[in-house]
């Protein structure tokens, strides 16, 4: 009987796989512009009608419970379109760069400065418009970009998105165990480590989160207070025309107070109320889609 379940699941792997195989052989034929635009429209279509979406509306609920249900159809509706964008361009994210002339970068010098300096750095990003871009600021760097990432279930899947993404420029680490001894060796070299702070962790603190305790995973918090690292916010958004901004800002450097849990929680409290206001500012480029406030 196990090996008959085994076979079923390892059947259905092969089929997402080619699945995943033929949408990138399809959206690179088309182009990154008009996959990027063919992405949008179908998600917008498909998307409506997925388990996700109800959990995208409960989400918009808490956060903004004064919206018009024509406001939170609006949003929901560029939500997907953005989401539909972010998958299509997957295939194209080795290219991703500053010299594109549709990518505008802002803060740059926030940049320039970090890479005088010796030491490690966070880049802090969350799953907000084109995330993948955050790639680009490593790029610009010129220094290794370690970027903490969540393994896809699907095991075939995650090896041909490795494959696809592979670069000497920067490197893909899994969460968990693995992704730690990166971010640890990351640091102990001076590198780069990028991550996206804005899901939930059964395990992690209760940190406010539009009004609500969310539970929040605290390594980063942890690590920029042991070893006093700052931590640069990358912000990336779509514009109109198929254009993209990246925006840079002024690094976040731990407090130290003396009291490293209290530290901690003052510097996730920080990040939290960042995604906050990037959030109410363009609420359709977040990903509400994941559940982030369980009952």
């Not at 970090?114 to 907000?128: S, V």
Request: glycine share 6%.
């Amino acid at each position: 009987m196990p090996e008959k379940t085994g076979s079923r699941v390892s059947l259905r792997y092969r089929i997402e796989w080619l699945a995943v195989v033929f949408f990138f052989w399809f959206f690179k034929l088309l182009g990154q512009k008009r996959a990027s635009s063919f992405g949008g429209w179908i998600a917008r279509k498909i998307g409506p009608y997925l388990k996700a979406d109800k959990t995208a509306r409960k989400n918009l609920s808490k956060a903004f419970p004064d919206w018009s249900p024509e406001k939170r159809e609006e949003v929901l509706d560029r939500m997907w379109n953005n989401l539909g964008r972010n998958a299509a361009e997957l295939p194209f994210i080795k290219d991703m760069d500053f010299q594109d002339p549709d990518v505008e970068l802002v803060g740059g010098d926030y940049l320039d400065a970090y890479i005088k300096t010796p030491q490690a750095a966070f880049f802090l990003t969350g799953h907000y418009g084109p995330w993948e871009l955050t790639i680009a600021a490593g790029k610009y760097c010129k220094v290794p970009l370690s970027i903490i990432y969540r393994a896809a279930n699907n095991p075939l899947v995650d090896a041909y998105f490795q494959q696809e993404r592979f670069s000497r420029d920067y490197s893909f680490i899994p969460k968990g165990t693995a992704g730690a001894r990166g971010i640890l060796k990351a640091i102990k070299k001076g590198e780069a480590i990028a991550l996206l702070n804005d899901q939930k962790q059964n395990t992690g603190l209760p940190i406010p989160f539009f009004g609500r305790d969310a539970m929040t995973a605290p390594p980063i918090a942890e690590l920029a207070c042991k070893f006093d690292l700052p931590i640069y916010p990358i912000r990336a958004e779509r514009l109109d025309g198929g254009k993209k901004r990246v925006t840079v800002s002024a690094p976040i450097f731990p407090p130290s107070s003396g009291n490293r849990e209290k530290d901690v929680v003052a510097l996730l409290t920080t990040i939290n109320e960042l995604y906050e206001q990037w959030i109410t500012e363009k609420p359709d480029h977040w990903f509400w889609v994941h559940n982030r406030w369980p009952e």
